[in-house]
C-alpha cells in the first residue's frame, strides 16, 4: 500500500543513502519535448540535507536533459528502488535547481560530496520536496550489486580539467530540444 510522508525521516533517509542507484526524471514545458529519466550511481553522491531537502553530485554526461529541464522549469522526481532486502521504492517530488561548478553556491554543497572536485563534476542539484511517497516494489526483481563502474572517473581523468570544460561546451550547451543546458557553456 503506497504511503506519503510529513518529511525524511532519520531512517528514510539512511535507506535512500544506501541505495546504489536513483533515477532522476524530468521534462521540459513543451508538450512536444523529450521527457528525460537518468540513472544516477549513487558513490556517495547523494544527500539529505534537511527533512525537504536533498542533493546530488551531478557527473558529467553525453547529454544535458535534467540540468536543462531544471533550469527551465523545476520539475523533477527522484524514485529510488530496493534491488535487495525487503521490496520498497520511494519518490520524492519537488522543484529542483542547479548549482554549476564555478557557481559561487557550489563550495557550501560541495563539503556533502567527497567527489565534488573530481575533474568529472559539473554540479551539484539541489532539490526542495514536495511530496514523499514510496510504494510496495513487490514487482522490482532482486539484483546484486557488485561495484561501482570506474569507467567515468578513469575517462574524465584523462580528459582532464580543461578537456571536460571542452567538453561541456561542446556536449553540453543545449538540450537535445534546444534548451539552456549548464551555465559555464553559454
Same mark, same amino acid.
Given at each position: 500500500?503506497?504511503?506519503?510522508?510529513?518529511?525524511?525521516?532519520?531512517?528514510?533517509?539512511?535507506?535512500?543513502?544506501?541505495? @546504489?542507484? !536513483? !533515477?532522476?526524471?524530468?521534462?521540459?514545458?513543451? #508538450?512536444?519535448?523529450?521527457?528525460?529519466?537518468?540513472?544516477?550511481?549513487?558513490?556517495?553522491?547523494?544527500?539529505?540535507?534537511?527533512? +525537504?531537502?536533498?542533493?546530488?553530485?551531478?557527473?558529467?554526461?553525453?547529454?544535458?536533459?535534467?540540468? #536543462?529541464?531544471?533550469?527551465?522549469?523545476?520539475?523533477?522526481?527522484?524514485?529510488?528502488? #530496493?534491488?535487495?532486502?525487503?521490496?520498497?521504492?520511494?519518490?520524492? +517530488? *519537488?522543484?529542483?535547481?542547479?548549482? #554549476?561548478?564555478?557557481?559561487?553556491?557550489?563550495? %557550501?554543497?560541495? +563539503?556533502?560530496?567527497?567527489?565534488?572536485?573530481?575533474?568529472?563534476?559539473?554540479?551539484?542539484?539541489?532539490?526542495?520536496?514536495?511530496?514523499?511517497?514510496?510504494?510496495? %516494489?513487490? *514487482?522490482?526483481?532482486?539484483?546484486?550489486?557488485?561495484?561501482?563502474? @570506474?569507467?567515468?572517473?578513469?575517462?574524465?581523468?584523462?580528459?582532464?580539467?580543461? *578537456?571536460?570544460?571542452?567538453?561541456?561546451?561542446?556536449?553540453?550547451?543545449?538540450?537535445?530540444? *534546444?534548451?539552456?543546458?549548464?551555465?559555464?557553456?553559454?
Amino acid at each position: 500500500m503506497a504511503k506519503t510522508f510529513d518529511g525524511i525521516s532519520e531512517n528514510l533517509a539512511t535507506w535512500m543513502s544506501e541505495q @546504489p542507484v !536513483f !533515477f532522476v526524471a524530468t521534462a521540459p514545458l513543451d #508538450a512536444e519535448g523529450h521527457v528525460n529519466c537518468s540513472p544516477k550511481g549513487n558513490r556517495d553522491e547523494f544527500r539529505v540535507l534537511d527533512h +525537504h531537502t536533498v542533493a546530488y553530485l551531478d557527473q558529467t554526461g553525453s547529454g544535458i536533459e535534467t540540468v #536543462a529541464h531544471l533550469r527551465e522549469n523545476g520539475r523533477v522526481v527522484l524514485m529510488m528502488c #530496493a534491488f535487495s532486502g525487503p521490496p520498497r521504492i520511494v519518490r520524492l +517530488h *519537488g522543484r529542483g535547481r542547479v548549482v #554549476a561548478r564555478d557557481d559561487s553556491d557550489f563550495s %557550501g554543497l560541495a +563539503h556533502h560530496f567527497p567527489g565534488a572536485y573530481d575533474v568529472g563534476a559539473r554540479s551539484v542539484v539541489v532539490i526542495d520536496v514536495e511530496r514523499i511517497s514510496d510504494s510496495c %516494489g513487490y *514487482g522490482v526483481p532482486f539484483m546484486t550489486f557488485d561495484s561501482h563502474r @570506474p569507467t567515468m572517473d578513469q575517462w574524465s581523468t584523462r580528459k582532464g580539467d580543461e *578537456g571536460i570544460r571542452e567538453y561541456w561546451v561542446e556536449k553540453n550547451q543545449r538540450s537535445i530540444d *534546444g534548451l539552456a543546458g549548464l551555465p559555464l557553456a553559454e
